[in-house]
């Protein structure tokens, strides 16, 4: 690890497809804390939302744990991984079921302080 000191936040077993989620923190890649929040607050897909809480934790964790200004925070990494699926059931014709998959993700973000 560097001399910068990193932050962490994590959110599991949100219910929204990861693919979802990454179309959006594409967006935010690279981008200052504040950068990021205003983005967040005016995309228009459903999955600012709790990457926004995500991204204001880790921001929360480095002010609390580790006394870093929030101002110079920049978004590192921020990824999202697939969670386990819920599986429901449909009932189709001539008693047959089709399997409904829904989908969970996990969103860590990692932040460090820029110079």
């Known amino acids: 690890m560097s001399d910068t000191q990193s932050v962490k936040a994590v959110a599991k077993y949100i219910r929204m497809s990861p693919h979802k989620i990454r179309r959006v923190i594409d967006q935010i890649r690279g981008?200052?804390?504040q950068e990021a929040l205003m983005i967040l607050e005016?995309?228009?897909y459903d999955a600012g939302g709790p990457i926004w809480q995500v991204v204001h934790s880790a921001a929360a964790?480095?002010?609390h744990n580790y006394d870093l200004d929030k101002k110079k925070l920049v978004i590192d990494e921020i990824f999202?991984?697939?969670g386990p699926k819920l599986k429901r059931i449909r009932p189709?014709?001539?008693g047959r079921a089709y399997k409904i998959l829904k989908p969970t993700c996990?969103?860590?973000v990692i932040m460090k302080e820029s110079n």
């Open 106 to 108: 996990h969103i860590t």
């Open 92 to 94: 189709r014709a001539q």
């Open 80 to 82: 999202a991984d697939e």
């Open 61 to 63: 964790n480095a002010k």
């Open 42 to 44: 005016f995309i228009p």
């Open 31 to 33: 981008c200052s804390y």
